[in-house]
C-alpha cells in the first residue's frame, strides 16, 4: 500500500484545495475500507448462493464497471503551476 499513497495524495492534491486536502484522504481511505468490507460481504452471499464462479464473475464485472465510471467522470489533473504548493505527506 505504500507505493500506492504518494501518487494519490499528489492527484488529491491537484483536485482539492489545500483546505479541503485532508477531508478528501479521509474520504477517500473510507471509501476504500468501506468497498473491501462490501466486496468480501457480497462474494459469501453470492458463493452461497449461487457457487464461486458466480461470485468471481459478477465482483469482476463490478470491477469493470467501477473502472468504467472512474475513466469516464475522472477529470484530468490540474496543469502544472509552480506557484501553487502541495501539503506536505
Not at 482539492?16 to 462474494?43: C, E
Not at 459469501?44 to 473502472?67: C, E, K, N, Q
Request: proline share 7%; charged share 15%.
Amino acid at each position: 500500500m505504500l507505493c500506492f499513497r504518494r501518487p494519490r495524495s499528489v492527484r488529491t492534491a491537484e483536485a482539492f484545495t489545500p483546505r479541503r486536502y485532508n477531508l478528501a484522504l479521509g474520504a477517500i481511505a473510507t471509501m476504500q475500507g468501506i468497498g473491501a468490507s462490501l466486496s468480501g460481504l457480497a462474494a459469501g452471499v453470492i458463493v452461497d448462493h449461487f457457487g464461486y464462479s458466480a461470485a468471481f464473475l459478477t465482483l469482476g464485472a463490478a470491477a469493470r464497471v467501477a473502472l468504467a465510471v472512474f475513466a469516464l467522470g475522472m477529470p484530468e489533473t490540474a496543469t502544472f503551476d509552480p506557484k501553487r504548493t502541495i501539503p506536505p505527506h
